[in-house]
């Protein structure tokens, strides 16, 4: 089993900057994929960032410029940057890992942008 456990989340106002991490534990063999996903009131999960193994990387349009994925492969980390947040940001962040073919979620953090 892994768990992941997410940090970081909170309320910043527009313009704004939050780092996410993202801590995995247990049995960690191989990890394919890291990625974050966020799921807004109302609406479907969706895809924000993704690294790959061999630290490829792919963004949501929307996303792009503005937040950056990063890993520490020593720690089993992933990390979020998020900077010139929007309203529009505001959601529920989830951390996940693809460890040997099978998902694991963490349990999500709420990102609130907001004045």
């Known amino acids: 089993q892994v768990q992941l456990v997410e940090s970081g989340g909170g309320l910043v106002q527009p313009g704004g900057s939050l780092r996410l991490s993202c801590a995995a534990s247990?049995?960690?063999?191989?990890?394919?994929?890291m990625g974050w996903y966020r799921q807004a009131p109302g609406k479907q999960r969706e895809l924000v960032a993704r690294?790959?193994?061999?630290?490829?990387?792919n963004y949501a349009d929307s996303v792009k410029g503005r937040f950056t994925i990063s890993r520490d492969n020593a720690k089993n980390t992933v990390y979020l940057q998020m900077n010139s947040l929007k309203p529009e940001d505001t959601a529920v962040y989830y951390c996940?890992?693809?460890?040997?073919?099978?998902?694991?979620w963490g349990k999500g953090i709420l990102v609130t942008v907001s004045s």
């Open positions: 690294i790959i193994s061999g630290f490829s990387s």
């Open positions: 996940n890992f693809d460890v040997r073919g099978l998902d694991y």
């Open positions: 247990g049995m960690i063999f191989r990890i394919n994929a």
